[in-house]
């Protein structure tokens, strides 16, 4: 969700590269509702790890694919990682999302919903997408894993995260990466397209 906080920065590998040459705050004309999310979107705009959805329409509100997330967090993070065979049947190898998605399963960040699918054109939970980050960050060594599951407690419904979703939430709540709404985290809403560019940005400044 949105809102403000400290963090703590951490050492690690490179981060993403500035940008050269600004793009205009106005790139979107539909990002006014959402001021906690502006300058995320803008800032990663300008470095080209997230772009709209065709002429002045970022779409802020909408649920985010499993494919679009995992574009973001390769764009972000491992633009240059090598593309390896893949088990998921509903992959189209001509789709502008394969080499993402294959990206990001040589680099243990993403899993299928199963062993044969990917889940393209599904949306994503707050959860799975806070382990996809985590597993992003923790091979760049901005994150460590935690056995420190208090940053949790702040949130009212963290008893609705699985099970298998609470290291990862811990980790990235204690770096302060994720920091919930109106003292929750909605662990199984699905994620915005705004949510995602806050938290990413979040990311991105913890490598600076």
Known sequence: GGGGGSSTKI???TPPAEPVSPISKDIFDDIAD???????????AQMNVINGKGGM???PNDAITREEAVK?????????ADTVE?????V?????YADFIKKAYGKGIAKGINASEFGVGDSITRQDLITLAYRAFLAKGYIEETADFSS????TDKNDISDYEQTAMASMGNAGIIQGSNGSVNPKGN???AEVAVMCARMVELMK
Do not use: H, M, Q
Request: aromatic share 16%; net charge negative; proline share 7%.
């Open 191 to 193: 994620a915005t397209r």
């Open 92 to 96: 189209d190898n001509s789709a502008w």
């Open 57 to 59: 329409k970022f779409c």
């Open 34 to 44: 959402v001021p906690w999310a502006k300058d995320a979107i803008v800032s990663l």
């Open 72 to 80: 973001i967090l390769i764009c972000a993070f491992y633009p240059e």
């Open 152 to 155: 949790l407690d702040t949130f």
């Open 86 to 90: 893949i088990p998921f049947s509903d």
């Open 11 to 13: 050492s690690g590998g």
